[in-house]
């Protein structure tokens, strides 16, 4: 990731929700002092805006994880918007130090320059290559129609799908990042490090 990560509004975003949390933790702990005081609701909404510090915070550094390995993560952003928006369900996997293509099972060769218009015509529901993952290597689609090593851990008690698990699975065994569009939701995940993060499309990776 770069050190000089500063290339958004989101940095400061993120900082504003921040010191208005921290500012509603000194009034609750004000509030506690009166014996009456219920602090569940209170809570409720501080766990909330915990959710959206974490949504902004992916969003912002998903840039800044994806921007030192390819020029194209602008294009990678406004696919993955157009996908989310028409809840068409993706997996992309972008290379970064590591070789990928020994860790998946490999699927159809592209070797095409990366534009969003074909990035997104891949996922397009009918192709046949839009179950797989797409492997991308600096500003190039390698290949299509990939599958993923699987990871095995649940989140929140809940099963994850297959596209969620396998963007975890190939994290846990390599340095690669891992785009997820649900196609239930239209919400979007990225995966790094074995750990899954939603993304805030409202405030996209520009």
Do not use: W
Not at 104 to 125: D, H, K, Q, R, V
Request: some cysteine; hydrophobic content about 40%; overall charge negative.
């Amino acid at each position: 990731m770069r050190e000089d990560c500063d290339v958004s509004s989101l940095k400061q975003q993120i900082v504003d929700i921040l010191q208005h949390i921290n500012l509603e933790i000194n009034q609750f702990i004000i509030s506690l002092e009166r014996e009456s005081y219920c602090l569940l609701g209170n809570l409720e909404q501080l766990k909330g805006q915990i959710e959206q510090t974490q949504t902004a915070a992916a969003s912002f550094y998903l840039n800044c994880y994806l921007s030192p390995y390819t020029e194209k993560y602008l294009e990678i952003s406004t696919c993955i918007q157009n996908l989310s928006s028409q809840k068409h369900g993706a997996l992309i996997a972008i290379e970064r130090e590591q070789p990928l293509e020994t860790m998946i099972s490999a699927g159809n060769s592209i070797g095409a320059t990366l534009t969003f218009p074909l990035l997104e015509s891949i996922f397009y529901p009918g192709n046949p290559l839009h179950d797989g993952a797409v492997l991308i290597r600096g500003d190039l689609i390698i290949s299509a129609a990939n599958v993923l090593p699987l990871s095995k851990i649940h989140s929140s008690s809940k099963k994850l799908g297959t596209r969620h698990r396998a963007a975890i699975g190939l994290t846990e065994i390599s340095d690669a990042l891992v785009l997820v569009v649900s196609e239930e939701t239209g919400r979007v995940s990225f995966a790094v490090d074995g750990k899954l993060y939603p993304i805030n499309m409202s405030s996209s990776i520009v």
